[in-house]
């Protein structure tokens, strides 16, 4: 039973800097996408950041782009979110995916399908 479990989330000032983790349990394959997501109140699931083993190759939203990244921890399945330069905009619940693939897709946008598994979410606040 794979598992997903952000953490990191908060309320900080604009301008300011948190960063999310995600680890996941429960998946014993070496080849993986994990990206990130976020949904703001009263909008749709935005896809924010994307990265996979197959090529270490990563993908950004435009509105994130120079401000955050996404990196993953070799030594187990995990993903990180380095978020700096925080806007208002940014506020929104963060939520990590697994793709159970060695490769991200290709679509852009990024979409919520394209993903197999999710965590519950971390709340960030930027005021």
């Known amino acids: 039973h794979v598992q997903l479990v952000e953490s990191g989330g908060g309320s900080v000032q604009v301008g300011g800097s948190l960063r999310l983790s995600c680890e996941v349990s429960?998946?014993?394959?070496?080849?993986?996408?994990m990206g990130w997501f976020r949904q703001a109140s009263g909008k749709e699931r935005e896809g924010v950041a994307s990265i996979d083993t197959g090529r270490g190759s990563t993908y950004y939203a435009d509105s994130v782009k120079g401000r955050f990244t996404i990196s993953l921890d070799n030594a187990k399945v995990a993903v990180y979110l380095q978020l700096n330069s925080l806007k208002p905009e940014d506020t929104a619940m963060y939520y990590c995916a697994l793709r159970r693939s060695l490769y991200c897709s290709a679509r852009r946008p990024m979409r919520a399908a394209d993903f197999d598994d999710w965590g519950q979410g971390t709340q960030v606040t930027v005021s």
């Open positions: 429960g998946y014993s394959y070496r080849g993986y996408c």
